[in-house]
């Protein structure tokens, strides 16, 4: 902040309410044509997605109903619950502004800080369960992104990220033992740092099934590293705070390690260096993992973010310019053959509930009830820009998933199947693949090895047989629509690194960021015995709860990548569950938040997703541990493997050696023990919630849990655009002396 003055010298710090009210309400007929060309236009896509079921359809119709539906959602709906539920005070401070230190605690631009968040919540999740989905059609994950995004996961995003600034950015655990109490609030930091290890382990494994025996994509993704130890380097002493500059080299040093990357790959000592099996590539994400976690942020995550920030939203974007220009057409059906079958090679199970704990992610994340619970609430500058950073933030990773489920469906779905299917079940080879794929009798696919070879030729890499995780197969995907806007089948190979490294990306960030998060977890857990841990700028506690951490989601990953069953294919539901459990623990909180204010006409803004979200997955938890099916259920198939080694066999369905048979039933005891203790302590959280929330009934029992109101002494707009009241406000603020101009944070 700037130097003390009082605030009658000060313009306001918010709008007047019935001022932005009158904006709201007013509407010219150029804002109504607007608007009803928005809500034909998504009208016109719904109908085509829902009601043809012809041989192929046009991808475009996927982008032209998520925008127009994200756009009247958040219009609309968003509005709806910042006014009924959080009723935002611009007049009152928050604790980046009241905290402010200049490290935690700092005012920082909402378009600077947009970027930020949508970097540490969109990781894997968006990318790869789509993907993963894809086997069940078009249309059932199509709804899911869409539909949930708007009703559960931006709600939860929004919500969470609302409490916490009001109680002075506190984390998603701390909450939950203010609100909840001992009980409660002991399960819910016990589920957030078990569920933690698993959502970085998976995150992780998807990295390893993407460079696994790619020596292009290993080089590219090892460059990165140094680049980034660059880019903070030079941002902290060469030339600070010039963040456009340092990401403009850094992108052409980008470029740079994807377009050598082919050279490196084709060369003898390139091939002999970079080509490494998936056991070693995941040790390295482990030591890597740990190094950047304890590194300063400034060195190597500050610069990945601004990195993947820009090369997230960019790509996904330039995607979806693609598919307009390109118009591809999508020849998976609405429902696949799996849609109402339990035997998907890729996830087995019923529709529902595994098609909504395999599309998390995109549609509804735990994981970032944890990210609006930490950093970003305690950057916020204003109470009314939470709706644009929390429920926008979702939404355009929602429109993330989206893009990847088009980019998996239109490929070839031999080729889909051949890619996604476990080198157990295909042999790993194009021989293997081919024979496997085409016994699965699905209608108008006929793979052949050409097909196989050739797709892995223009792509540059040796093999795309049973290249699990789905960042693969999106890569292929988007080479697949890229190369036809531009530079042809010369070019794929080109496209495809680029895609890989996009996902490397995308992902390596929330690693780095996840572990970071967790070792903060786990020393407030420690603290609480220990004070000591609760100071986080003790190196040594620091060192030991990180390799703590570590330990824990390196050792799944371990487990995921030694999986004969494809690793992926079977730990994702998992992932899938976990990260849904969270959400219904986040909402769970809310809700009682929520009661706690009185506000029970409106409770079912929250209740709603609730309720979905702990059905599917309870389910989902009993499905994996008590389904009599080894596909589906974790016990299940450890008995059936466990049963075939005391009689002697040495392989057994999948698993062609005795090793491989032993593999499965030390993952699938991990597996099944961590649903049971997941289950138990969510279900815990949502119990103790529901008493709460009873007790509050029917008046309530007040805030008492949020900080003291502070009165604000700066200002600046809600979303992107300024409303012309919000211009106004902006420049009588502008004409301040500079000496009474509000210190903010531009990067």
Known sequence: MSTPTSQAQLPPAGVDPEVLEAEDKKWTPMKIAIWVAIALIGGIAWGVLAISRGETINAIWFVFAAVATYLIAYRFYSKYIEKKITQPDDFRATPAEYKSNGKD????????????????????????????????????????????????????????????????????????????????????????????????????????????????????????????????????????????????????????????????????????????????????????????????????????????????????????????????????????????????????????????????????????????????????????????????????????????????????????????????????????AVAFVNSLGLVGVNLTPDVLTELARNVGEESVVSRTGGAPTLAVGIAHIMNQWFGGTAMMGFWYHFAIMFEALFILTAVDAGTRVARFMLQDALGNFIPKFKDTSWRLGAWICTALMVAGWGYILILGVTDPLGGINTFFPLFGIANQLLAALALAVVMTIVARRGNFKHLWVVIVPLVFATVVTTVASLYKIFSPVPAIGYWAQNAAFRKALDEGKESFGTAKTVEAMEAVVRNTTVQGTLSIIFLVLTLTVIVTAIIATIRSFPNGRGDETEDPVVESRIYAPAGVISSPAEKELEKQWANLPAELQPTRAKH
């Not at 999740?125 to 894809?134: E, K, R, S």
């Not at 909840?180 to 933690?196: E, Q, S």
């Open 105 to 432: 605690f700092m005012p920082t631009d909402r378009r600077v800080l947009f970027g930020h968040h949508f970097a540490a919540i969109a990781g894997a999740g968006p990318l790869v369960g789509p993907v993963l989905a894809a086997q069940l059609g078009y249309l059932p994950g199509t709804l899911w992104i869409i539909i949930g995004v708007i009703l559960a996961g931006a709600v939860q995003d929004y919500l969470v990220m609302f409490f916490s600034m009001r109680r002075g950015g506190r984390s998603l655990g701390q909450m939950a033992r203010e609100e909840l109490g001992l009980i409660g609030g002991t399960a819910a930091l016990l589920a957030t740092l078990t569920i933690m290890i698993i959502i970085v382990a998976i995150l992780a494994l998807v990295v390893v099934n993407a460079l696994g025996e790619s020596a292009w994509g290993v080089y590219s993704v090892a460059l990165t590293i140094p680049i980034a130890l660059f880019m903070g380097i030079y941002l902290r002493y060469i030339r600070p705070g010039k963040v456009m500059e340092i990401s403009v080299i850094g992108f052409v040093l980008l470029m740079f390690a994807i377009i050598s990357g082919r050279w490196v790959a084709e060369s003898e000592w390139g091939s002999a260096l970079f080509h490494l099996d998936r056991p070693v590539i995941a040790w390295a994400i482990i030591i890597y993992g740990f190094v950047a976690a304890v590194l300063p942020v400034w060195l190597l995550l500050a610069p990945r973010d601004y990195l993947s920030t820009f090369m997230k939203i960019g790509v996904i974007a330039l995607l979806a310019i693609a598919i307009i220009v390109v118009r591809p057409e999508i020849s998976v059906p609405a429902f696949s053959e799996y849609a109402s079958r339990t035997d998907g090679p890729v996830v087995a199970g019923p529709l529902f509930p595994f098609l909504f704990v395999t599309i998390a992610c995109g549609a509804l994340s735990g994981f970032h009830a944890l990210i609006s619970s930490g950093t970003t609430p305690k950057l916020v500058e204003k109470e009314r820009q939470t709706r644009f950073l929390g429920y926008g933030g979702m939404l355009m990773e929602s429109f993330v998933a989206i893009m990847a489920l088009v980019a998996a469906i239109s490929i070839d779905r031999g080729i889909y199947f051949a890619m996604n299917s476990s080198a157990a079940a295909t042999g790993g080879t194009v021989e293997g």
